[in-house]
């Protein structure tokens, strides 16, 4: 009986050391809002005065690389395609490629607006993208491109969804728009209006439903999007009053175009990033991350360290990145 208690004293804590975030050494102190995880070994972040780092083995180490061009700006869109080629803009609308593994980096698109702000870029494909930006005259910016990054173009407004008053997107993790299959995207919004929008044919034409988020204040609504089962899973709340949870998790079906029911274990704070694998999703904010092992229904805190992004590898193996260059890494396939 004393071997077995003594042998369960062992494991406990493992187990649970196992299940908290375990913290990189990146060799930055930039703030990384910008994160891409091609699998569990190519990860790339980025983040202020143009700061893009990438792991080629899983976090052990790092590279860290400064856009040209970019040392003054905040770089929070980032999509890698693989350990050489990646997209990134900034919080001046300037779109970057390289194909080097950010050794070098040639701008793809400029704006010619100096209000320009692109919240976060995705692709169906190796050829096809988008980016989102915020809206300008009434509807948000898309950029398209279907030659692999080397050029982004403006969609025509019928491929630019429609904003309320108010109405606007978060670049807070760079994953308030995300790509859904062969053709689909969706976008989550806030401000004064919170709403799920969602193209099924790459932007040609979009459509839009109101969303049971937090809103009406400018710092409220959506902050990030991911696809959970048969579910497009989506938080955020209010960054400005960090601990309240109403409003701050939401489920969408789009087969049957309902909502599911509020949770009554919602995240315990506003949340900038949410990950799914398989049936478990983390979601983070600046106050800490919570957990969900039933697809968002229900969730639990996991760990009090401080995150604004996440995304998840085929694998289960979750990455967060956020302020003084901080970046941890959770296995789904930990013990519990």
């Known amino acids: ?49 143009g700061t893009v780092i990438l792991s080629t083995d899983g976090g052990a180490t790092w590279t860290v690389n400064t856009v040209p061009g970019a040392e003054k700006v905040d770089i ?56 989102l930006g915020d809206p300008m005259g009434g509807r948000y910016l898309i950029l398209l491109t ?37 053709s689909t995207v969706w976008l989550g919004t806030g401000g004064m209006t919170s709403r799920l929008h969602v193209s099924r044919d790459r932007s040609q ?14 710092s409220q609504g959506y902050f990030s999007l991911t696809r959970s089962g048969a579910e497009i899973l989506g938080v955020g709340g209010d960054y400005r009053v960090d601990s309240a949870t109403a409003g701050n998790v939401s489920r969408y079906d789009p087969s049957t175009k309902a909502w599911a029911p509020a949770t009554v274990q919602p995240p315990r704070a506003y949340r900038s990033g949410v990950a799914v694998h398989q049936r ?19 969730w639990s805190a996991l760990d009090a360290t401080g995150f604004h992004a996440v995304r998840a590898s085929r694998d289960g193996t979750f990455f ?11 296995h789904a396939t930990a013990p519990r």
């Open 1 to 49: 009986m004393l071997n077995r208690l003594m042998v369960a004293l062992v494991v406990l804590p493992m187990a649970s050391i196992d299940a908290q975030w375990k913290p990189l050494t990146t060799g930055t102190s930039a703030s990384l809002r910008g994160l891409s995880v091609v699998d569990a070994r190519t990860v790339w972040a980025s983040g202020t005065n």
């Open 76 to 131: 929070r869109a980032l999509h890698a395609r693989s350990a050489r080629v990646a997209h990134v803009a900034s919080t001046t609308g300037v779109i970057w490629r390289t194909t080097d593994g950010g050794k070098s980096w040639s701008v793809r698109y400029q704006p010619t607006d100096t209000t320009t702000f692109v919240d976060a870029i995705d692709f169906w494909d190796d050829r096809h993208g988008i980016a």
């Open 146 to 182: 279907d030659d692999a990054g080397a050029t982004w173009k403006e969609a025509p407004a019928a491929g630019r969804p429609a904003a309320n008053q108010g109405e606007s997107a978060f670049a807070a993790s760079g994953s308030s728009l995300i790509v859904d299959g062969n």
């Open 205 to 218: 034409s979009w459509s839009a439903v109101p969303a049971p988020m937090r809103q009406g204040e400018r």
């Open 280 to 298: 478990l999703a983390i979601a983070v904010g600046p106050s800490g991350s919570d957990i969900s092992r039933d697809g968002g229904a229900t």
């Open 320 to 330: 967060a990145s956020g302020s003084d260059g901080r970046v941890g890494v959770y």
